[in-house]
């Protein structure tokens, strides 16, 4: 079964230290694996998308890496803010038969809520 | 531009009775999804659609209903309304398909609960 794990649950950290969330998925022919932030109330908005031969890729103070051979990917938030509070969706997506992308086949993590504390 | 937007922000229902949740988007996005988020969990897809008269189920369509008359609205119905269909229900839509590159743009969410 396609599944995508995140860790940890939750963490609370201060103001001004960073922090790496992880994701480990089984997902497979993977195609592209996606972060995505969620304020609460509001709906997720994309913080990074990578295809299989991307091993980080950077959103101003958010990092993510991937190791497609391992199956894992980790989101790194440098110098947390604030308005970094929010639960962080690792999304993977499926490869197609055909070598393409399917549509609507992606499977979520069920996030990792990070409190930021001042 | 307003991106994606639902109605209504929440809602109570009966067991039994119905109810349309609304979705419109202004980015002439041929694709749009329903999601339900349950606590603690991930993101299900209840429908798609690739663009107007054309729609798919999901991961969970069973208990709902969708129509894509226009490009820009993408409702999804409740017949008759349980309390397994208490959730934070999300509409989204992308430029392409969802597994592609393109983003996906989500809306605010309906947060619905049904007693």
């Known amino acids: 079964k396609n599944q995508v794990e995140q860790s940890p649950q939750s963490l609370i950290i201060l103001e001004g230290k960073n922090c790496t969330l992880q994701?480990?998925?089984?997902?497979?022919?993977?195609?592209?694996l996606r972060w995505y932030k969620q304020d609460t109330g509001r709906g997720p908005v994309s913080l990074t998308i990578?295809?299989?031969?991307?091993n980080t890729k950077s959103n101003g103070r958010y990092t993510a890496t991937l190791d497609a051979d391992t199956k894992q990917s980790s989101l790194h938030i440098t110098a947390s803010q604030l308005s970094d509070s929010a639960s962080y969706i690792c999304v993977v997506s499926l490869l197609t038969n055909a070598g393409g992308t399917s549509y609507g086949k992606l499977t979520f993590g069920q996030g990792t809520i990070l409190t930021v504390h001042p | 531009n307003a991106g994606v937007t639902q109605t209504p922000k929440f809602r109570i229902l009966k067991i039994g009775q119905s109810m349309t949740l609304q979705c419109t988007q202004d980015m002439n996005h041929n694709y749009m999804y329903w999601y339900r988020q349950d606590p603690g969990m991930g993101l299900k897809l209840i429908y798609y659609s690739v663009g107007a008269g054309i729609t798919d189920k999901g991961e969970v369509p069973n208990g709902y209903n969708v129509s894509r008359s226009t490009t820009e609205d993408f409702p999804l119905r409740l017949e008759l309304a349980a309390p397994s269909q208490t959730s934070v229900y999300f509409c989204a839509s992308s430029y392409t398909g969802g597994g592609g590159l393109y983003e996906q743009y989500f809306g605010p969410g309906t947060r619905l609960t049904v007693t």
């Open positions: 990578m295809t299989f031969s991307e």
């Open positions: 994701c480990n998925y089984t997902v497979s022919p993977f195609s592209n």
